[in-house]
């Protein structure tokens, strides 16, 4: 296997370029490039009051790495601009972050190496070992621990020792509230201090102040000589354990035992096992390689078969000036990271749909307060249970309907992929047939055919519409799915189903499927090709004339488009079906490569060029789940279905100018791993690996 293409490392603090991203998918960590000082820190299922629209929102936690070095008495802390030659670079092949800087201070010099990974074998754990080496004898203080000051909310009790027994066995224990009380967390760490004299040191821990909970080492440095200080976070939220600074002081331990060489050990065999799944573009210009093994790294790290919460448009990742999706759940994240998930790591899959399943009885209670029968998922899904959770007025929430048939469609497409019988019937069938029935409630009967009204399709426009093609669509394959999975399982399945599916209303002139009832190409958003995704990646079946009049009528429109978030990414691959090489690599590059920026091909929302005014925000999952689902499924032309996976594979491969053929050494099918090959030209082959591995 190859190793992925790491990012080049970086220098300085940036201007506005997002801190580094660290994650494991249930913690997600804001690394500063100066990592000792606070960055801020998410944990899947941690929820809090937001402060300006009171609505629950993910809540930053105390901030789980923190720490700070003193020289002869003279803090870091107090002398940022006496810190220099910051360099960060990020090994993708492992998870693993490195920090150097040099810290000036009483004429001395210390050279500080930050290593900083999260543990995806333990992921309630955070790791960080801090090097240090000083130029000249002198009094050298370290710290490390658990930093509050600027999180919202209020410690409600910590530990020093360990209750009942002579030895202590963490650092610190602390039980933290968010505000508005919506969820606690709890942190437990452990540190050690090695090298030199330094073994010698005692650590002193002090109570809970406003700095946070804080271990100090403080010994006599010797010039040339290198100390270490490593310290081991575990951080476990209230939706996974009832008093989780308990079990996290459990876990700290555990680390503790298990010592940090092994958990550094164990994460890198980890991330050895997800890259077997790399997806290679053959014969493509090296920075597309890079892109795509960024774009690979960032989602697999933000996704865990442990996250009790999903995962939000931004992963875990979070800064302070992009708030504005409060880290809900969201359609993105069925439609454009669940099908690649289902492929590559079908457990993290897994863990996002069951989300959704655990919260099913929330999406029948929003559909009755709706007035309609089934299930209707939230439009921003809160992180405890799963309600709707739009800031008020909630004008979104009125009218997205199309959420709940991006749901349905992940349960449909990820139990085809896995083919699991129990997931068939004991997850997939109550989503199914509740959005069904939803469907059912939804749709107008009239005399052209059923209809759905007042609707707002994938372009979010100040009113809404009547037959949003996509959703319309959507509708479509929904309730064929559910009518073959009811009839595969031996249920009796509600005969509405299918003839909503026959009649329903799609939006045409001539050939071309347009956004809706009315549509015209100078409205808002009037370029917004949400028919063809209803096309690819949803699966709808258009005859062959109206998918290409459909495909050319959008194509032309590309440039009014490009640079909005989530479906600009797909262009490339709806670029394909016409067959133009040279305008599918055009339009990949017009419609995702220049969403990079910031450190560590971080992809933005927005594409900085076209709007400079949005916040630089990112890694954003839609457009990287959207540029993989392009690469794996999109240009291979595969459909996954209950047939075999020999017979996924559509029609012969077309790959961008100069690409000769997109590799994947091992998915998972059906439970089996299997090697793809898409040579352009050929129809895309799937072969079961020898051995099973």
């Known amino acids: 296997m190859s190793r992925p293409i790491s990012p080049p490392p970086v220098t300085g603090e940036g201007d506005r370029d997002l801190p580094a991203y660290v994650s494991n998918g249930l913690i997600g960590l804001r690394v500063r490039a100066q990592p000792l000082q606070a960055g801020m820190a998410l944990v899947s299922g941690y929820a809090g009051e937001d402060p300006e629209r009171r609505i629950e929102a993910a809540a930053p936690a105390p901030y789980p790495l923190a720490g700070d070095i003193a020289v002869n008495g003279v803090w870091l802390s107090d002398l940022q601009h006496q810190v220099g030659e910051l360099e960060q670079a990020y090994d993708f092949a492992s998870g693993e972050l490195t920090s150097q800087f040099v810290f000036i201070a009483c004429g001395r010099r210390v050279s500080c190496t930050v290593l900083t990974f999260a543990s995806r074998e333990d992921p309630t754990l955070v790791c960080q070992e801090v090097a240090l080496t000083v130029d000249g004898a002198c009094d050298l203080r370290v710290r490390a621990g658990v930093a509050v000051p600027g999180v919202l909310g209020r410690a409600l009790r910590f530990l020093r020792d360990t209750p009942g027994e002579a ?38 821990r002090p109570a809970l102040d406003a700095s946070g909970l804080i271990s100090t080492y403080a010994f006599r440095a010797r010039a040339g000589a290198t100390y270490r200080l490593r310290q081991v976070t575990s951080l476990v939220p209230s939706a996974l354990h009832s008093r989780p600074d308990e079990q996290a002081g459990r876990m700290a331990a555990k680390a503790r035992h298990d010592g940090f060489e092994v958990l550094r050990r164990e994460n890198r065999a980890i991330w050895d096992e997800i890259w077997k799944g790399r997806i290679r573009l053959v014969g493509a210009e090296p920075r597309w390689q890079a892109l795509a093994d960024a774009a690979f790294f960032y989602l697999n790290s933000s996704v865990h078969a442990s996250s009790c919460a999903s995962t939000s448009i ?15 759940v969201m359609w993105d994240i069925e439609a454009f990271a669940v099908p690649v998930l289902a492929l590559v790591q079908p457990q993290a899959a ?36 799963g309600e709707e959770a739009a800031p008020l007025p909630g004008t979104a929430a009125w009218h997205e309907d199309h959420v709940s048939l991006d749901v349905a469609r992940a349960f449909a497409f990820f139990a085809d992929v896995t083919g699991q019988g129990e997931f068939r019937r004991e997850q997939a069938w109550p989503v199914l047939s509740g959005v069904a029935d939803w469907i059912v409630s939804r749709a107008h009967r009239t005399p052209d055919g059923y209809e759905i009204r007042a609707s707002m399709g994938i372009a979010e426009r100040e ?24 009839q595969r399982l031996g249920y009796a399945v509600d005969p509405r189903w299918e003839e909503i599916a026959k009649t329903m209303v799609l939006p045409q002139r001539d050939k071309v499927v347009v956004s809706h009832d009315g549509y015209r190409k100078t409205e808002e958003k009037g370029a917004t090709p949400d028919p063809l995704m209803g096309v690819w990646p949803f699966g709808y079946r258009l005859d062959p004339a109206a998918e290409k009049a459909t495909l050319d009528f959008y194509l032309d429109q590309a440039d009014a488009y490009l ?28 419609g995702y490569a220049k ?24 890694p954003f999952f839609a457009n990287m789940g959207g540029f993989l689902s392009g690469l794996l499924l999109g240009m ?40 793809l090959e898409a040579r352009h030209g050929e129809p895309a082959r799937l072969t079961a690996l020898e051995g099973g591995r």
């Open 167 to 204: 030895q202590t066995h963490c650092d610190g224990v602390l039980l933290w509230e968010s505000a508005g009380a919506l969820g606690r967390v709890g942190l437990a760490y452990v540190t050690e201090m090695a090298g030199g004299s330094s073994g010698e040191a005692e650590a002193l």
């Open 314 to 328: 931004f992963g875990l990742a979070t800064w302070h000036d992009y708030h504005y999706y409060y880290g809900h």
């Open 350 to 385: 897994a863990s996002l749909l069951d989300y959704r399943f655990r919260n099913l009885a929330a999406a029948r209670a929003n559909a009755k307060m709706m007035g309609r029968t089934g299930a209707q998922f939230p439009w921003e899904s809160s992180p405890s249970f």
């Open 463 to 486: 009113e809404p519409v009547d037959n949003a093609a996509f959703t319309n669509m959507a509708a479509v394959v929904v309730l064929e799915d559910a009518t073959r999975l009811g």
């Open 563 to 590: 640079g909005s978030p989530m479906l600009s990414a797909l262009y490339g691959a709806w670029a394909t079906r016409t067959g133009d090489r040279a305008l599918a690599l055009k339009l990949l590059d017009e």
């Open 595 to 618: 969403f990079e920026g910031g450190r560590f091909g971080q992809i933005l929302e927005y594409r900085p060029d076209r709007f400079p005014e949005q916040p630089r925000a990112g």
């Open 636 to 675: 291979p032309r595969l459909e996954p279905s209950e047939g075999e996976p020999e017979t996924w594979p559509k029609a012969p491969v077309v790959l961008p100018a100069g690409w000769t053929a997109i590799e994947i050494d091992r998915l998972w099918v059906r439970g089996r791993p299997m090697r």
